[in-house]
Protein backbone atom coordinates (compact mmCIF):
# COMPACT_ATOMS: atom_id res chain seq x y z
CA UNK A 1 0.00 0.00 0.00
CA UNK A 2 0.64 3.55 -0.11
CA UNK A 3 3.48 4.89 2.37
CA UNK A 4 2.71 8.78 3.54
CA UNK A 5 5.21 10.48 5.69
CA UNK A 6 4.38 14.32 7.24
CA UNK A 7 7.02 16.52 8.46
CA UNK A 8 8.04 17.56 11.35
CA UNK A 9 6.35 14.79 13.33
CA UNK A 10 6.23 17.58 16.26
CA UNK A 11 6.30 20.83 16.48
CA UNK A 12 5.95 23.40 18.79
CA UNK A 13 5.51 27.27 18.15
CA UNK A 14 5.03 31.16 19.72
CA UNK A 15 1.58 31.95 19.48
CA UNK A 16 1.06 34.25 16.60
CA UNK A 17 3.57 32.44 14.64
CA UNK A 18 2.17 30.30 11.75
CA UNK A 19 3.99 26.74 10.91
CA UNK A 20 3.77 24.43 7.92
CA UNK A 21 3.26 20.77 8.19
CA UNK A 22 4.16 18.56 5.45
CA UNK A 23 2.67 15.29 3.67
CA UNK A 24 4.42 13.38 1.38
CA UNK A 25 3.47 10.21 -0.58
CA UNK A 26 6.21 8.33 -1.20
CA UNK A 27 5.47 6.05 -3.64
CA UNK A 28 1.92 6.80 -5.23
CA UNK A 29 0.95 10.07 -6.98
CA UNK A 30 -1.77 11.20 -5.33
CA UNK A 31 -4.59 13.78 -6.94
CA UNK A 32 -6.53 13.93 -3.61
CA UNK A 33 -4.76 13.58 -0.21
CA UNK A 34 -6.92 14.90 3.19
CA UNK A 35 -6.29 16.76 6.10
CA UNK A 36 -7.62 15.63 9.58
CA UNK A 37 -6.69 16.97 13.10
CA UNK A 38 -7.66 14.98 16.40
CA UNK A 39 -7.54 16.54 19.66
CA UNK A 40 -6.68 14.73 22.49
CA UNK A 41 -8.79 11.62 23.59
CA UNK A 42 -10.78 12.69 20.62
CA UNK A 43 -11.77 11.49 17.16
CA UNK A 44 -10.36 12.17 14.36
CA UNK A 45 -12.35 15.06 12.62
CA UNK A 46 -11.98 16.07 8.58
CA UNK A 47 -10.63 19.53 7.63
CA UNK A 48 -10.26 19.35 3.87
CA UNK A 49 -9.58 17.79 1.39
CA UNK A 50 -6.73 19.01 -0.65
CA UNK A 51 -6.88 18.39 -4.65
CA UNK A 52 -3.31 18.76 -6.39
CA UNK A 53 -3.46 22.02 -8.62
CA UNK A 54 -6.39 23.44 -7.45
CA UNK A 55 -8.06 24.90 -4.22
CA UNK A 56 -8.52 22.65 -1.65
CA UNK A 57 -12.65 21.75 -0.22
CA UNK A 58 -13.04 23.02 3.28
CA UNK A 59 -15.02 21.32 5.67
CA UNK A 60 -17.89 23.48 6.93
CA UNK A 61 -16.72 25.40 10.22
CA UNK A 62 -12.82 25.28 9.02
CA UNK A 63 -11.04 28.51 8.41
CA UNK A 64 -9.96 28.84 5.19
CA UNK A 65 -7.76 31.79 5.76
CA UNK A 66 -6.48 30.28 8.85
CA UNK A 67 -5.49 26.89 7.66
CA UNK A 68 -4.09 27.36 3.78
CA UNK A 69 -3.36 24.53 2.09
CA UNK A 70 -1.05 24.09 -0.63
CA UNK A 71 -1.36 20.76 -2.89
CA UNK A 72 1.62 21.56 -5.85
CA UNK A 73 2.55 18.13 -6.98
CA UNK A 74 1.43 14.77 -7.07
CA UNK A 75 3.38 13.64 -3.81
CA UNK A 76 3.19 17.08 -1.75
CA UNK A 77 0.03 18.84 0.29
CA UNK A 78 1.25 21.39 2.80
CA UNK A 79 -1.12 22.60 5.41
CA UNK A 80 0.33 25.85 7.27
CA UNK A 81 -1.30 27.16 10.26
CA UNK A 82 -1.22 30.89 10.22
CA UNK A 83 -1.18 32.99 13.36
CA UNK A 84 -1.55 29.84 15.43
CA UNK A 85 -3.41 30.34 19.03
CA UNK A 86 -2.82 27.75 21.54
CA UNK A 87 -6.61 26.72 20.88
CA UNK A 88 -4.73 25.35 17.57
CA UNK A 89 -2.78 22.70 19.55
CA UNK A 90 -3.80 19.87 17.87
CA UNK A 91 -2.51 16.12 16.22
CA UNK A 92 -2.62 16.97 12.38
CA UNK A 93 -2.90 13.94 10.12
CA UNK A 94 -3.25 14.20 6.35
CA UNK A 95 -4.24 10.79 3.91
CA UNK A 96 -4.55 9.71 0.70
CA UNK A 97 -6.92 6.96 -0.78
CA UNK A 98 -5.16 4.34 -3.03
CA UNK A 99 -6.50 1.54 -4.68
CA UNK A 100 -9.87 1.95 -2.44
CA UNK A 101 -7.82 1.95 0.88
CA UNK A 102 -6.91 5.03 2.64
CA UNK A 103 -3.75 5.08 4.12
CA UNK A 104 -2.81 7.52 6.98
CA UNK A 105 0.70 9.26 7.58
CA UNK A 106 2.29 9.45 11.25
CA UNK A 107 0.67 12.66 12.24
CA UNK A 108 2.02 16.05 13.14
CA UNK A 109 1.56 17.21 17.01
CA UNK A 110 1.41 21.01 17.05
CA UNK A 111 2.01 22.51 20.30
CA UNK A 112 1.12 26.14 20.59
CA UNK A 113 2.97 28.37 23.73
CA UNK B 1 -24.44 14.05 6.81
CA UNK B 2 -23.27 10.74 7.88
CA UNK B 3 -22.28 9.50 11.29
CA UNK B 4 -20.96 7.40 13.65
CA UNK B 5 -21.38 6.33 17.08
CA UNK B 6 -19.45 4.14 19.25
CA UNK B 7 -21.33 4.01 22.37
CA UNK B 8 -18.34 2.67 24.61
CA UNK B 9 -15.45 4.83 25.29
CA UNK B 10 -13.67 2.79 27.16
CA UNK B 11 -13.85 -1.51 27.32
CA UNK B 12 -11.70 -3.29 29.74
CA UNK B 13 -11.68 -7.18 28.84
CA UNK B 14 -9.02 -9.97 30.07
CA UNK B 15 -6.25 -11.05 28.16
CA UNK B 16 -8.17 -14.40 26.14
CA UNK B 17 -11.36 -12.91 26.73
CA UNK B 18 -13.66 -12.38 23.79
CA UNK B 19 -14.29 -8.97 22.54
CA UNK B 20 -17.43 -6.71 20.71
CA UNK B 21 -16.66 -3.36 19.87
CA UNK B 22 -20.03 -1.61 18.84
CA UNK B 23 -20.54 0.94 16.02
CA UNK B 24 -23.71 2.67 14.44
CA UNK B 25 -23.46 4.76 11.79
CA UNK B 26 -26.22 6.80 10.01
CA UNK B 27 -25.79 7.16 6.09
CA UNK B 28 -28.01 7.66 3.43
CA UNK B 29 -26.52 5.35 0.76
CA UNK B 30 -24.63 1.69 1.14
CA UNK B 31 -21.93 2.96 3.44
CA UNK B 32 -18.47 2.40 2.92
CA UNK B 33 -17.26 0.94 5.91
CA UNK B 34 -13.97 0.86 8.54
CA UNK B 35 -12.30 -0.30 11.71
CA UNK B 36 -8.99 1.54 12.27
CA UNK B 37 -6.66 0.87 15.29
CA UNK B 38 -4.88 3.45 17.01
CA UNK B 39 -1.72 2.88 19.41
CA UNK B 40 -0.01 5.89 21.13
CA UNK B 41 2.77 7.44 19.35
CA UNK B 42 1.61 4.95 16.29
CA UNK B 43 -0.52 6.43 13.23
CA UNK B 44 -4.28 4.88 12.29
CA UNK B 45 -3.72 1.04 10.81
CA UNK B 46 -7.19 -0.32 8.59
CA UNK B 47 -8.14 -3.64 10.61
CA UNK B 48 -10.93 -4.13 8.10
CA UNK B 49 -13.24 -2.51 5.47
CA UNK B 50 -16.75 -3.04 4.14
CA UNK B 51 -17.78 -1.95 0.84
CA UNK B 52 -20.22 -4.68 -0.49
CA UNK B 53 -20.85 -8.25 -1.16
CA UNK B 54 -20.04 -11.27 2.11
CA UNK B 55 -21.37 -8.95 5.00
CA UNK B 56 -19.09 -10.92 7.31
CA UNK B 57 -15.56 -9.45 6.76
CA UNK B 58 -12.12 -10.87 8.07
CA UNK B 59 -9.53 -8.08 8.86
CA UNK B 60 -5.85 -8.63 9.89
CA UNK B 61 -4.79 -9.67 13.55
CA UNK B 62 -7.29 -12.15 13.94
CA UNK B 63 -10.51 -9.08 13.52
CA UNK B 64 -13.68 -9.60 12.13
CA UNK B 65 -16.85 -7.42 11.85
CA UNK B 66 -20.45 -7.88 10.75
CA UNK B 67 -22.57 -5.25 8.52
CA UNK B 68 -26.15 -5.41 9.53
CA UNK B 69 -27.95 -3.33 7.48
CA UNK B 70 -31.10 -3.64 9.07
CA UNK B 71 -29.58 -2.18 12.67
CA UNK B 72 -26.96 -0.07 10.98
CA UNK B 73 -24.42 -1.61 12.74
CA UNK B 74 -20.78 -2.67 12.25
CA UNK B 75 -19.80 -4.04 14.96
CA UNK B 76 -15.63 -5.16 15.68
CA UNK B 77 -15.20 -8.57 17.16
CA UNK B 78 -12.02 -10.70 18.25
CA UNK B 79 -12.52 -14.28 19.75
CA UNK B 80 -9.12 -13.82 21.68
CA UNK B 81 -7.82 -10.61 23.10
CA UNK B 82 -4.40 -10.45 23.27
CA UNK B 83 -2.19 -7.60 25.34
CA UNK B 84 -0.99 -6.05 22.21
CA UNK B 85 -4.68 -5.14 21.13
CA UNK B 86 -4.83 -2.78 23.84
CA UNK B 87 -5.21 0.50 21.62
CA UNK B 88 -7.95 3.55 20.36
CA UNK B 89 -10.42 1.92 18.14
CA UNK B 90 -12.07 4.04 15.67
CA UNK B 91 -15.19 2.89 13.43
CA UNK B 92 -15.65 4.97 10.68
CA UNK B 93 -18.09 5.69 7.35
CA UNK B 94 -16.94 7.01 4.02
CA UNK B 95 -18.40 8.86 1.50
CA UNK B 96 -17.71 10.37 -2.13
CA UNK B 97 -16.91 7.46 -4.17
CA UNK B 98 -13.15 6.66 -5.08
CA UNK B 99 -11.75 9.29 -3.35
CA UNK B 100 -14.72 8.89 0.06
CA UNK B 101 -13.99 11.25 2.86
CA UNK B 102 -14.24 9.10 6.35
CA UNK B 103 -16.29 10.46 9.15
CA UNK B 104 -15.01 8.40 12.48
CA UNK B 105 -17.03 7.64 15.75
CA UNK B 106 -15.10 9.07 18.95
CA UNK B 107 -13.55 5.97 19.43
CA UNK B 108 -13.25 3.24 21.47
CA UNK B 109 -10.38 2.73 24.14
CA UNK B 110 -9.83 -1.24 25.28
CA UNK B 111 -8.00 -1.81 27.99
CA UNK B 112 -6.27 -5.52 28.28
CA UNK B 113 -6.06 -7.16 31.84
CA UNK B 114 -3.35 -10.03 32.20
Known amino acids: GAVVSQHPSWVICKSGTSVKIECRSLDFQATTMFWYRQFPKQSLMLMATSNEGSKATYEQGVEKDKFLINHASLTLSTLTVTSAHPEDSSFYIC?????????FGPGTRLTVT | AQSVTQPDIHITVSEGASLELRCNYSYGATPYLFWYVQSPGQGLQLLLKYFSGDTLVQGIKGFEAEFKRSQSSFNLRKPSVHWSDAAEYFCAVGSGGSNYKLTFGKGTLLTVNP
Open chain 1, 95 to 103: SLTQGGEQY
